[in-house]
């Protein structure tokens, strides 16, 4: 590895990502690795904290030598406020013994409105909890109730303005191409979280999987999936009111009133940093380094076993909760570099990519997917029409 290649481990962000798999219910178009009380065979909420603490030691030992602190803390789900905020307050402790927390950490838990109280953000801020990111999906309840979500629409409110109370930053995530769901019922919904005024706002448009309780009333003839013209117009308003209502994109989903409101641990992601994820089924990723005798060592990812009670099972033996690794060569990397970096409001630089396509080039800016202006200047930046195309202009790059 050449000197260059192994300094960047030192200058990369180290984030850690901890997925919780409880969840009161499992909602109808969830693929998630997530499991109601009666699908956890026998896994508690207070076992899967002891087995995560046992994860972060394996963990460190695993990385030592590597002293970089944690940037940022993400839990996710599933419903990480199904532990009491006792509970997600040992994990972040778990998290400043393993690696330390950087002075200027963002630490975000997901919630369900219904699954937190005033008291309990309020301790969640006072053991270093920065930001929350609330699943609102509509504000409408025939969507909510098509999507089995069991929140009152009102408690959004009411969520956000505790969290705010508590000092905490919020965002909030809608969902948009439910079946049923008409443009009138998402621009309400957006409307709904807009006088929310939340720090960040993230859109993603509903993908049926076939293993869902949706994907079956799908397969069944009982729902009707909106078809990928209204997805698109729906972005398209999404777009349109969140920019007028002083909402910029960074991401193709993603949204945020001023850029440091962007949420740094998902742009870790998109720029490739390396994290570790705690939990079962969690993945990892680590770019190439040196490690702890001075070895060699290049970029890899690996996830652990899905199921709670296989991975209490493995940490309780002391051994690693992995279930498969995937080396990842340098052309690995440069392609994954252009799917991540592409969806990014700051673009890809020319040179980046992993050979040059000026032929490519030229035919997405004529096609109205690419901003011609930056590309002349070596970046290559998506239009609202290329965000729409994204995969296409993507594959079209690599």
Known sequence: MPDAVAAQALHRDFGVYIHVPFCRVRCGYCDFNTYAPSEVGGATREGYVESALGEMALARTAMAG???????????????????????????DGVRTTWGLAP????????????????SLAALARSGFTRVSFGMQSAVPH???????????????????????AGLAVSVDLIYGTPGESLADWETSLAAAIALEPDHISAYALVIE??????????????????????????????????????????????AREPQQACRHNVAYWRSQDWWGIGPGAHSYLGPRVGPSGEERGAERWWNVKHPRAY???????????????????DDLALESVMLRLRL??????????EPRPAEVARLIAEGLLEGADAIRGTLR????????????IRDLT
Do not use: C
């Open 210 to 255: 076939p293993g869902t309780r949706m994907g079956v009333q799908l397969r069944r003839g009982e729902i009707e999936a909106v078809d990928l013209d209204t997805q698109a117009d729906m972005y398209e308003l999404a777009d349109a009111r969140l920019s007028a209502a002083g909402y910029a994109w960074y991401e193709v989903s993603n949204w």
């Open 345 to 354: 409001a700051a673009g890809l630089p020319v040179v980046d990519l992993p």
């Open 312 to 330: 209490a099972d493995r940490i309780a033996a002391g051994e690693s909760p992995e279930a498969e690794r995937e080396p990842l060569s340098a």
């Open 66 to 92: 590597d002293e970089r602190p944690a940037q940022t803390v993400f839990l996710g789900g599933g419903t990480p406020t199904m532990l009491d905020a006792a509970a997600l307050a040992r994990l972040l």
């Open 143 to 165: 969507v909510l109730a098509t999507l089995e979500r069991t929140h009152d629409p009102e408690n959004v409110a009411r969520a956000v303005a505790w969290a705010r109370d």
């Open 104 to 119: 200027d950490a963002e630490v975000t838990t997901e919630a369900n409105p219904d699954s937190v109280s005033r008291e």
């Open 382 to 393: 998506l239009t609202l029409k290329g965000r729409l195309l994204a995969d296409a202009a």
